[in-house]
């Protein structure tokens, strides 16, 4: 059986398996989806066992591909490092790095400030990924990920990068034509802006429950950072990180005192590929920007 084995076929097979979905996983290899069916079946072949369920809507692993899927991302991870000592790229970071967060971190704090980490390493191409989601690192959708809770499972290396406040804020504009806030009890009269509970995509988001079971938003976004231009606009009242309202000359933060959460940023990193030169450098330049800025995420 060994003879038969072609180690080439265990790219096929975690693409198909970090994609769900052969034709997406062919795009991803530039080959036809054809040629990518035949590799996984020579791979199932050669090991003598079904590696995946085929369903209509695509392909979900088996318990022997589930266990396949450590092992070959743990080779493929050794198979990176050694291509990396072998050619001496950590002398020179070049090659792609792919870094997923929040849209309120990735566009308001990391944004401005990855550029510097371009002119440092000229021949590295980063790419920030800000939107409102998970993102899994087992299926490659990013190198590094910003989350808002530490993982609980997985092959993983997590780091607390900082806990940040969030507080109420509203538009100047707003405040002169509405009701006084002397309380939380006063809110529920009020225009509040918030999330939408059925895009929740982490529990640590859902704020308003913590604020008042009164208040009944008006306006609902998944986006932060449309929230954010929401606020600004004098459309109502939010909560939002300080990182992000508290120098903005237009808002004011109401009721500090009575309204005052916490919530955190973890770095997460797959363990088969975080020794690598390019990932654990633009970690550490992340690390390294929010531990220069600690005084923001304090409100």
């Known amino acids: 059986m060994a003879s038969r084995f072609d180690w080439d076929d265990l790219q096929s097979f975690l693409a198909v398996a970090r994609s769900g ?12 989806h054809t040629t990518l069916g035949r590799r996984l079946t ?26 396949l899927l450590q092992n070959a991302e743990a080779m493929e991870g050794m198979a990176l490092t050694i291509m990396e000592e072998l050619s001496g790229a950590g002398a020179r970071l070049s090659g792609a790095v792919r870094i997923g967060t929040p849209d309120g971190f990735g566009s308001f704090f ?17 790419q920030l990924v800000a939107m409102p989601r998970l993102f899994s690192l087992s299926k490659r959708e990013a190198d590094i990920a910003v989350t808002l809770a530490q993982p609980e499972a997985g092959r993983l290396h997590a780091r607390k990068l900082t806990d940040y406040e969030l507080g109420l804020y509203a538009a100047r504009s707003y ?56 606020v600004q606009a004098g459309s109502g009242i939010a909560v939002l ?48 920007e929010v531990r220069r800025n600690a005084r923001l995420f304090q409100g």
Request: aromatic share 8%; net charge negative.
């Open 175 to 230: 405040l002169e034509n509405a009701e006084p806030i002397t309380g939380v009890g006063d809110l529920a009269r009020h225009r509040f802006i918030s999330y939408i509970d059925d895009l929740l995509y982490t529990p640590e988001l859902d704020y308003v429950p913590l604020v008042s079971r009164d208040i009944r938003p008006y306006l609902k976004s998944a986006s932060l950072v449309a929230q954010f231009r929401a």
């Open 110 to 126: 990391l944004a401005p400030r990855i550029g510097r980490l371009g002119s440092l390493h000229p021949d590295l191409e980063v």
């Open 21 to 32: 979905r052969l034709t997406l996983a062919a795009k991803r290899m530039g080959v036809d």
């Open 241 to 288: 990180p300080c990182f992000m309202a508290a120098g903005e000359k237009d808002l004011v933060r109401l009721l500090p005192d009575e309204v005052n959460l916490v919530r955190s940023f973890w770095l997460v990193i797959h363990s088969d590929v975080r020794h690598l030169s390019r990932i654990r450098v633009t970690a550490e330049f992340i690390a390294d």
């Open 42 to 67: 020579g791979l199932e072949q050669a090991l003598g066992t079904t590696l995946f369920e085929r369903h209509a809507t695509g392909y979900s692993l088996t318990q022997a591909g589930e266990t």
